[in-house]
């Protein structure tokens, strides 16, 4: 059985095992060229678990692309989230759409996001994208199913570098004791993770006897033997008194002989030169017109581009960063300054730093990497946010000054009760990283675009939360709170390349704003500005103020610029790196000396807005003074793919919407 006409039970394609062999290949071919496509991507996982989701949605697993809710289906969870385009090959080979949509992949507003996302494409069961909870998504589709007599199977997509995750145990625990013989999960046994061999970074072998000791079913097979696959997911079905796990031993990369065992492949897209090389070994490049899809996702884009276009505030000019003569700007991460914080001021030997897979992404890996002495003092913790939290804690109880980190949303959410708990109720001196903050992450999409952490952090006592405005600010922030802060803290910072809009003896100091003016327009965009200390600074009767943080505090600059140029209106840019403590008094001058005031975060509105809003009620300077009040920031959304600059204009957090906001609250 497998794609049925759900109305008549009959089958409405089979496919050989010869058959579906080829269907592998052609579903790598389009991957890659999809991946291509996007500009970014997992080819190394994709390329792995191909064949399983060939044999899964071709052959083994009952589903009907004419019915996609069809209530007796075999549901399938892509818990590995980042796998996302095996998904959409298997629904796409299997009629769900076009097949050659799929090349929309990771581009704004198409269904195809970087994560799944179960409310965009029917077909997708549940939106995934945070390793190990697709398994207890599964467990409890797999228990209604037996609550209501029901005869499908729940099928679980899982990694092997994944099960570091403790809730996958949970999952496992619960799955056996209930017996749940509808259940199988499928580990794509590849061996790699982003941070190297799995073996290396936290090894989970034997994960045979593991699964067994919790009661399941265990089968091991070559996961690139198709008919290995294929009678393996039939004996799993027809086991019955308990859940079957099928470790599927595979090649990361597999069928291109470049990426096959390459680490870096994990998040790594093919280039063109790349991709031909690719088909050419799937024995596939004359077979496709891979120029006339990746010609589709062209001509997507300048769809896209000309309703971005459209939308965008209008002035005089383009003042868009580097679209005019003068006021260039440098462009770099502000990850990268958090990386030589670390480089930096390493050498103290109190300080360890705990990886949690992505260390090269979020750079916590520059600790050790030009200083191979430190490497006894990094850590890999593996894929495990809440279990990492706690050890740094009790790092931190003998004396040592430890670093975590890992995307923001994990950082400050999916362990967001060790922090509060462990690190924080107790005191620890724990310095947290939350990377790729905002929705300038770009095509990972809503489940790696970090926009709560400011609600989250800022609400647990005695936590410290910095967002720097740029890279050179944030290796300032990261050596302060390394070395000179104690107790609970957490840094905030982007993952795209960002306007470097300070330097090295620009004022900064912790707790403290400091206040930008616009002085004229400059070759370089940075000269054109004048930063002092807020506490210093002078009063000079400007029309309005903008508080902002992080990379929006660029945006601010470019809105200043604007409105000068336009409107000859003289702004206040206060940059509000550190948000708690917070700059009170830098906050009731700006709302007192101006009257107009507007926030603006790259983060859900309110996150700073609020906390500027409580601050100028609260003060009678400024209370008093009815200041006109604005947020710019997410509006109550979660994110989506797309390109990071592109998603700045899509969720209208630009200079140019700042900026517009002042007209309106200018009354111009």
């Known amino acids: ?327 260039k700007v440098e462009m770099d991460p502000t990850r990268k300054g958090f990386g030589r914080g670390l480089e930096k001021y390493g050498d103290d030997e109190r300080v360890v730093c705990l990886g949690m897979d992505i260390s090269g992404s979020i750079t916590i890996d520059q600790f050790y990497k030009n200083n191979p002495e430190r490497k006894n003092r990094f850590i890999s913790i593996g894929i495990a946010e809440q279990s990492g939290t706690c050890a740094a804690a009790g790092f931190a109880r003998e004396g040592k000054l430890p670093v975590i980190g890992t995307y923001g949303v994990f950082s400050s959410g999916r362990n967001l009760d060790q922090v509060r708990t462990t690190v924080a109720y107790g005191g620890f001196n724990v310095f947290i990283a939350g990377a790729h903050g905002g929705v300038s992450v770009g095509p990972d999409g809503a489940t790696h675009q970090a926009l709560e952490e400011l609600f989250n952090m800022c609400g647990i006592p005695g936590m410290i939360v910095s967002v720097p405005c740029d890279s050179v600010e944030t290796l300032k922030a990261t050596g302060d709170l390394l070395l000179n802060i104690d107790g609970p803290k957490f840094v905030r910072f982007a993952r795209e390349a960002t306007p470097i809009v300070s330097a090295d003896d620009t004022p900064y100091v912790f707790g403290k704003a400091n206040v930008i003016r616009f002085r004229g327009e400059r070759d370089k965009f940075i000269d054109a500005f004048e930063t002092v200390l807020a506490s210093e600074y002078n009063n000079e009767n400007e029309d309005l103020a903008i508080i902002a943080c992080g990379p929006m505090v660029p945006e601010a600059m470019r809105a200043a610029w604007i409105l000068k140029t336009d409107l000859n209106l003289e702004t206040r840019v206060v940059n509000m790196h550190t948000i708690k403590p917070l700059d009170k008094e830098a906050i009731v001058h700006a709302a007192a000396d101006t009257g107009i005031v507007i926030t603006a975060e790259e983060h859900q509105v309110g996150g700073m807005g609020n906390l500027v809003a409580a601050a100028i009620l609260g003060d009678t300077r400024s209370a008093g003074k009815a200041a006109k009040f604005g947020m710019i920031g997410v509006k109550d959304r979660f994110g989506e793919s797309g390109a990071p600059w592109e998603l700045i204009k899509e969720f209208e957090v630009s200079g140019e919407h700042i900026a517009q906001m002042a007209k309106e609250l200018m009354g111009k």
């Not at 079905?237 to 069928?255: C, D, N, Q």
């Open 1 to 327: 059985m497998a794609i049925i006409d759900s109305k008549t039970g009959n089958i409405r394609k089979e496919y050989s095992v010869d058959q579906l062999v080829e269907e592998a290949k052609r579903m790598r071919a389009y991957n890659l060229i999809s991946l291509c496509a996007a500009g970014s991507g997992h080819s190394g996982g994709t390329l792995s678990a191909m064949d399983i989701t060939t044999a899964l949605y071709l052959h083994n697993a009952n589903h009907d692309p004419e019915n996609p809710n069809w209530d007796d289906r075999d549901r399938i969870i892509w818990s590995t989230g980042h796998k996302a385009p095996n998904l959409y090959l298997g629904l796409g080979f299997s009629g769900y759409f076009e097949l050659d949509d799929v090349v929309r992949l990771r581009r704004l507003w198409a269904p195809y996001q970087g994560h799944p996302h179960w409310l965009k494409m029917k077909g997708i069961e549940a939106s995934t994208g945070s390793l190990g909870q697709g398994l207890s998504i599964a467990v409890g589709m797999a228990l209604r199913g037996k609550m209501d007599n029901k005869d499908f199977h729940v099928f679980s997509l899982n990694g092997d570098g994944e099960q570091q995750e403790g809730q996958i145990w949970e999952a496992v625990m619960e799955a056996g004791h209930f017996k749940l013989d509808n259940l199988i999960s499928i580990i794509d046994m590849n061996r790699l993770q982003i941070d190297g061999w799995v073996s290396d970074v936290m090894d989970v072998e034997p994960i045979d006897e593991k699964y067994r000791a919790f009661g399941w079913n265990v089968i091991d097979i070559d996961g690139h033997d198709m008919q290995q696959v294929v009678d393996a997911i039939d004996s799993a079905k027809k086991h019955t008194g308990s859940p079957t796990v099928i470790l599927a031993r595979t090649v990361k990369g597999k069928g291109v002989s470049f990426m096959e065992d390459v680490a870096g492949w994990h998040g790594k897209a093919p280039s063109y030169d790349e991709l031909e090389k690719a088909l050419e070994e799937l024995g596939l490049k004359d077979k496709i017109d891979y120029n006339a899809l990746l010609d589709r996702a062209k001509n997507y884009q300048i769809a896209v581009d000309a309703k971005m276009e459209a939308k965008q505030p209008k002035f005089s000019r383009d003042f868009w960063w580097n679209h005019q003569n003068s006021m």
